[in-house]
């Protein structure tokens, strides 16, 4: 997964801003973070604002699979 795709599908994510789209966006950051390494995985994380939109921030854990 390229940075742009993973910075695309964690915007569509935090679009919809629920309980399903935050582990969605969790599996995307472990994901692409496991690829690229966690600090470029952070950037995205960050610059869209997602602690304030699913609650997830920076350096984020694994999901945990309670949805």
Same mark, same amino acid.
């Given at each position: 997964?390229?940075?742009?795709?993973?910075?695309?599908?964690?915007? +569509?994510?935090?679009?919809?801003?629920?309980?399903?789209?935050?582990? $969605?966006?969790?599996?995307?950051?472990?994901?692409?973070?496991?690829?690229? $390494?966690?600090? +470029?995985?952070?950037?995205?994380?960050?610059?869209?604002?997602?602690?304030?939109?699913?609650?997830? $921030?920076?350096?984020?854990?694994?999901?945990?699979?309670?949805?």
């Amino acid at each position: 997964m390229t940075p742009a795709e993973a910075r695309h599908l964690l915007e +569509v994510q935090a679009g919809f801003g629920d309980g399903f789209n935050r582990h $969605g966006a969790r599996l995307i950051a472990t994901e692409f973070g496991g690829e690229h $390494g966690r600090a +470029v995985a952070d950037r995205p994380i960050r610059d869209l604002g997602l602690d304030a939109a699913l609650g997830i $921030g920076p350096g984020a854990p694994p999901p945990s699979g309670d949805a």
